[in-house]
Structures are given as structure tokens and as C-alpha cells.
């Protein structure tokens, strides 16, 4: 009897860590929109590929929220999910495994006051929004977002 249990002992050594890399994973999802950048992050728990257990965490880009200020939001018509990382084993990352290219753009600087006052830009010319909306997030013109931003912060500082 004790010579039959070596070799099993010995199989479910290595087979464990096996099943363990090939079933288990923790896989994270982007999902994003291609004209604000305003997305999802998902992550799930996953055995063979089915999610046990995911929470999702929604974020939103300056340039939607200045685009909600100027009363003309992104309808996230461009919108796509893809899989960023896989965790095999829950520890090792492979295929997928991209490394974000955060946007050029920055975060948390269209503050609470900083959106104030591009209200009350676009009051002052009714043009804005629509010009914004064409400029940045259908043309991605980061020159003439750089400059949006510096008019309103120098409007600021008069103030
Ligand atoms: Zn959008
Ligand atoms: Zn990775």
C-alpha cells in the first residue's frame, strides 16, 4: 500500500499547480471610448474562461466631463472592450498582457472651478460646444485642447 501511494502523491504534486495555471485566471477588460476616452475597467475571477466573480470601476475622462459643461456630452458612440491582462494562476500575466498608454491628456485638472468657467464660456459663445466636440474628441486635436485648457485656466487667474 505505502508503495502505491508515492507515485500518486508525486502525479497530484505536479499535476495541481497545472490544473491550477490552466483553470484559474484573473482577467481584466478595458472598455473605452474611442472619442473621450471614458470607460470601464473589469476585472473577473475566472475558471476554465467562466467569471465567478467580477466588480467593475467606471471612470471618466477631463475632456467628458468639460464636454457634460459645455451641455454637450460624448454619446460613446465609438465604444470597444478588449482584454488587456490575463493572470494565469491568478499570477502570472501573459496573453494578453498590454501595457496602457495612459492618455496624453492628464488627469484632474478640469476641477470644480475650472468646469464653472467653462460654463460660462460657452454662454458667452455659442459656438463652443460644437467647435469642441469636432476639435477634440472626433479629431483628437490635443494642440487645440492645450489651448482650450490655458484660456480657461488664464480666465481664471483674472478672476
Ligand atoms: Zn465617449
Ligand atoms: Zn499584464
Redesign the pocket.
Given at each position: 500500500m505505502t508503495k502505491r501511494r508515492k507515485p500518486l502523491l508525486g502525479v497530484a504534486l505536479l499535476t495541481l499547480p497545472v490544473l491550477w495555471f490552466a483553470c484559474f485566471d484573473k482577467s481584466w477588460f478595458v472598455g473605452e471610448?474611442?472619442?473621450?476616452?471614458?470607460g470601464q475597467d473589469i476585472v473577473q475571477f475566472r475558471i476554465v474562461g467562466i467569471p465567478l466573480y467580477e466588480y467593475a470601476y467606471d471612470y471618466e475622462t477631463e475632456i467628458?466631463k468639460i464636454s457634460i459643461a459645455l451641455g454637450n456630452p460624448?454619446?460613446?458612440?465609438?465604444?470597444r472592450t478588449w482584454h488587456r491582462h490575463r493572470y494565469w494562476g491568478m499570477l502570472y500575466c501573459a496573453a494578453p498582457c498590454h501595457n496602457g498608454i495612459d492618455r496624453a491628456i492628464g488627469k484632474n485638472w478640469a476641477t470644480g472651478k475650472f468646469l464653472e468657467q467653462v460654463k460660462a464660456s460657452a454662454v458667452l459663445d455659442p459656438e463652443l460646444p460644437q467647435q469642441f466636440k469636432q476639435r477634440v474628441?472626433i479629431e483628437q486635436d490635443w494642440k487645440y485642447l492645450k489651448a482650450f485648457k490655458e484660456s480657461i485656466e488664464g480666465s481664471l487667474t483674472q478672476n
Open positions: 471610448c474611442k472619442h473621450c476616452g471614458s467628458q460624448c454619446l460613446h458612440r465609438s465604444y474628441l
